[in-house]
């Protein structure tokens, strides 16, 4: 039995010694590599020679032609030093005349929307610009006008005069996805034209202390000083947000991955209003408004935490009038439900003014439906 198991473990050794000796100078005696395997290698290697399946090219060329770059001017006066009103000063070296002036000059982008010549921007953009010139991709260049602004979401509408010019399609926003693949399109730092690639990070931001009324697409694809106003796009070139703001920690704006554009349906919507009045519309009843914690919900002895808490209401107001009461807990505006003091916002602010609306709020652990007039939301400059 012995030898019969020394013959085996020496047969074994040389059958192996052999098959490494085969395997490094003869490799092309073995038997090959099964033909699946290299049907799957040829494939990816195809695949990468044409790099067309990870490519977006073809939703880049698409929205570029639209989006242009906004070089914006400011006359500036410097002030006046009191010296140069002191007698003694004005006799030795005379009077200086009137004080000197400078030019400020600011950078954006913005996107055509239109082929009548609207353009949308961020309203920071264009704000107390003296002289606005647009620039588009095909090298043209032209004077644009203000046609209305909105800085409660930071839009803005400018009209150039110009033939043959390339507007974008806008996308549905409100069917975006976190985890959709989306291209932020700019002039970043002004160096030109740039594209940008990331996914959508995070959707219905808000209370960022941006915006009035803020409703975020949050995204990783870069965004610096000089791509506001610019477009955000989907992988077919549609237009899902208008980039407005970045979170970053140096001094001159560098991106950090965090990138906020307000959604197309909201743009279109503000676009659509200064279009036709010259300004937004929006409702107002005149309260103050805290989001709901469970502190608040334990003092008011509710089983949960929802709606929002109405701190304030203003004497004389539509919400006044219809009996709204500090202490109440709005939890829905026309049967939809109220989240949060955000929500309650932009729902309001939808509202047409002069229309009633209901409100259902909860008063004393019981729920109350009160009737309201709708009336027009001030604009920021007459509530300062």
């Not at 107390?128 to 203000?146: F, G, H, N, Q």
């Not at 259902?360 to 439906?369: A, N, Y």
Request: proline content about 6%.
């Amino acid at each position: 039995m012995r030898k019969l198991w020394l013959i085996f473990a020496q047969t074994a050794t040389m059958c192996l010694a052999l098959l490494f000796v085969v395997a490094t100078l003869r490799p092309d005696l073995l038997p090959s590599t099964p033909p699946a395997q290299v049907v799957t290698v040829k494939a990816s290697v195809a695949t990468a020679a044409t790099g067309r399946s990870a490519s977006y090219n073809d939703a880049a060329r698409t929205a570029m032609p639209a989006v242009v770059n906004i070089f914006t001017a400011q006359e500036l006066k410097r002030r006046r030093h009191p010296l140069m009103d002191d007698p003694t000063f004005r006799f030795f070296f005379g009077d200086p005349g009137d004080p000197q002036t400078g030019r400020s000059t600011n950078l954006g982008s913005g996107v055509i929307v239109s082929d009548q010549g609207y353009i949308l921007t961020n309203s920071h953009v264009v704000d107390s610009a003296d002289a606005i010139e647009v620039a588009l991709a095909d090298s043209r260049r032209a004077r644009a006008k203000v046609v209305g602004t909105d800085p409660e979401t930071d839009l803005a509408v400018l009209r150039i005069d110009l033939p043959k010019l390339p507007a974008i399609t806008f996308g549905q926003s409100e069917q975006a996805r976190v985890g959709d693949i989306v291209l932020a399109i700019g002039n970043p730092f002004g160096v030109g034209q740039t594209v940008t690639l990331g996914i959508i990070s995070a959707l219905g931001r808000s209370q960022l202390g941006i915006n009035t009324f803020e409703n975020f697409i949050q995204t990783d694809a870069a965004i610096n000083p000089g791509n506001s106003g610019g477009a955000l796009v989907d992988a077919q070139g549609n237009l899902i947000g208008i980039n407005t703001a970045i979170y970053s920690r140096t001094p001159g704006g560098a991106s950090l991955g965090i990138g906020f554009a307000i959604p197309a349906s909201t743009a279109k919507q503000v676009m659509e209003q200064i279009v036709r009045h010259g300004s937004v519309t929006r409702g107002w009843i005149g309260v103050g408004v805290q989001d709901m914690t469970k502190e608040f919900a334990d003092s008011f002895k509710l089983p949960e935490v929802g709606g929002a808490l109405i701190s304030q209401v203003l004497d004389g107001s539509p919400a006044d009038k219809a009996g709204v009461k500090p202490g109440d807990i709005l939890v829905a505006v026309n049967g939809t439900g109220v989240k949060d003091s955000a929500s309650v916002l932009n729902l309001i602010a939808g509202l047409q003014p002069g229309l009633q609306s209901t409100l259902s709020v909860i008063r004393d652990r019981g729920r109350s439906e009160l009737q309201v007039m709708i009336g027009r939301r001030p604009k920021p400059a007459d509530r300062e």
